[in-house]
């Protein structure tokens, strides 16, 4: 099997590069899954928690507060082990609670940036809301909308969109724009501890 | 109306597109309208997540990764009368439609990108090595020494440096490609295309038809697709091969 430095998955990771994702998927999903169905958690539950801690990942090194990672893996695990004890000490899975809490607590060396992992999964908490409804959307209103958020006026999305006239593609973006928003006012309104009132 | 007025002033707030008294009085309304500062900080977080392409790419693959490996689980009692009915019509429809259905699975599955993946191949790599591409410019050879060992972005940053050069224009659409971020490779492609009288015009439209596909803007690409297989040049027959796979699914 290929071997990747360091340095080579956290590029990947940045870089959106499939082939090193899938591979850091693969060296480590099943540790990571062990470690969560023994605590009460699923495989579904472990793909979640695999996911988020590859965000978090991304997060430090876009905002460099990330130091040298040295150990890849250690570290990825350590940030979805974090991730799982906030699930369980959120109370999220009640049957659970008389667990010991302490066993899943980050390690000595992780205690100071594990804030940081904290402050970071909750504001993905409100990103992920965002793109699970985005992808939800037709792929025309995800174009639309992506046009949009990068700022283009609504002349040149009437041009990359092949559409007849303004007036047309002023309209179906109201359309598509509204749906998204009503979508993510819903399920943020569902999801204990973000709230958004639609009054 | 109201409501439209509203958001409309939201988007040219959040767009940067109000001026001098409106946008002063935007501002003060934030101030006092805990509503209205919501709706905003809302708005402007969903614009963040969506134009930062890198991250909804990761996003993205992550998602595939997890819908590959989840498993349905369907709950279902053998022993219920209508169950074992409803299966046996099933079963009964199974085998009259077969191979019909095998068929409409197998096509069913296949997505855009699942195309784009078999249909692209890195000419970056293939290019590069061919000894006639000399580019009589340093930073573009630089460049494309850098494509060729995979550090796409450092790459992208080196061929910014000379948007009027074909060559830079081409490997940077296959360097967004590689980072899939297809927005970006159609801009390069279709200036390529747009600049007519040049060598790399079949591998632009070639690109552009599959960055399209890969972006899942199906009928742009099958336009795209059409164009080249009602030439004669070097991609009619693949191009002919993905019409055909898109008509039927």
Request: net charge neutral; with cysteine.
């Amino acid at each position: 099997m290929l071997q990747y430095k360091t340095q080579e998955l956290l590029n990947g990771i940045l870089e959106n590069n499939r082939i090193i994702v899938q591979h850091i998927y693969d060296r480590n999903f099943q540790s990571i899954r062990k470690f969560i169905e023994k605590f009460g958690g699923s495989k579904d539950d472990a793909l979640d928690v695999f996911q988020d801690g590859i965000i978090v990942i991304y997060e430090q090194l876009k905002s460099g507060d990330v130091k040298q990672i040295n150990n890849f893996q250690g570290y990825l695990f350590s940030i979805c082990k974090f991730k799982w004890f906030n699930i369980l000490r959120d109370g999220k899975f009640s049957e659970i609670t008389n667990i010991e809490l302490e066993d899943i607590l980050p390690s000595d060396e992780y205690e100071q940036i594990s804030e940081r992992w904290g402050e970071v999964m909750i504001k993905e908490e409100r990103v992920k809301v965002y793109f699970n409804c985005f992808m939800e959307l037709t792929s025309k209103c995800q174009q639309m909308i992506r046009y949009v958020a990068h700022g283009l006026d609504i002349e040149d999305i009437a041009t990359e969109m092949n559409f007849s006239s303004v007036t047309y593609t002023y309209r179906k973006r109201q359309l598509c724009l509204n749906k998204l928003i009503e979508l993510v006012k819903q399920r943020l309104n569902q999801i204990n501890g973000i709230s958004y009132d639609t009054k | 109306m109201i409501l439209n007025d509203k958001t409309m002033l939201i988007e040219r707030y959040i767009t940067g597109k109000l001026e001098d008294t409106e946008l002063w009085e935007f501002k003060k309304n934030l101030e006092n309208d805990l509503e209205l500062a919501r709706e905003v900080k809302l708005r402007q977080e969903i614009y963040s997540t969506i134009s930062n392409d890198k991250k909804m790419g990761l996003m993205k693959t992550l998602s595939d990764i997890k819908s590959r490996k989840q498993k349905r689980v369907f709950a279902i009692n053998v022993y219920s009368r209508q169950i074992q009915v409803f299966a046996a019509s099933i079963v009964v429809l199974i085998i009259i439609g077969g191979a019909l259905f095998l068929n409409y699975i197998q096509n069913s599955n296949v997505s855009n990108y699942d195309i784009y993946t078999e249909y692209f191949i890195d000419e970056g790599s293939l290019l590069s090595t061919r000894s006639d591409v000399s580019t009589n410019n340093s930073l573009v050879e630089s460049g494309i020494r850098l494509y060729g060992n995979g550090k796409y972005t450092q790459a992208v940053s080196l061929f910014d440096s000379n948007p009027e050069n074909l060559m830079a224009r081409l490997y940077t659409g296959f360097s967004y490609m590689k980072l899939d971020q297809f927005e970006m490779a159609e801009k390069q492609f279709k200036y390529i295309i747009n600049h007519h009288d040049n060598i790399f015009l079949d591998q632009a439209e070639w690109n552009l038809g599959l960055s399209y596909l890969a972006n899942n803007k199906t009928e742009q690409a099958h336009l795209v697709f059409s164009k080249i297989a009602s030439e004669k040049g070097a991609y009619r027959s693949q191009a002919e091969n993905i019409i055909t796979k898109l008509q039927n699914r």
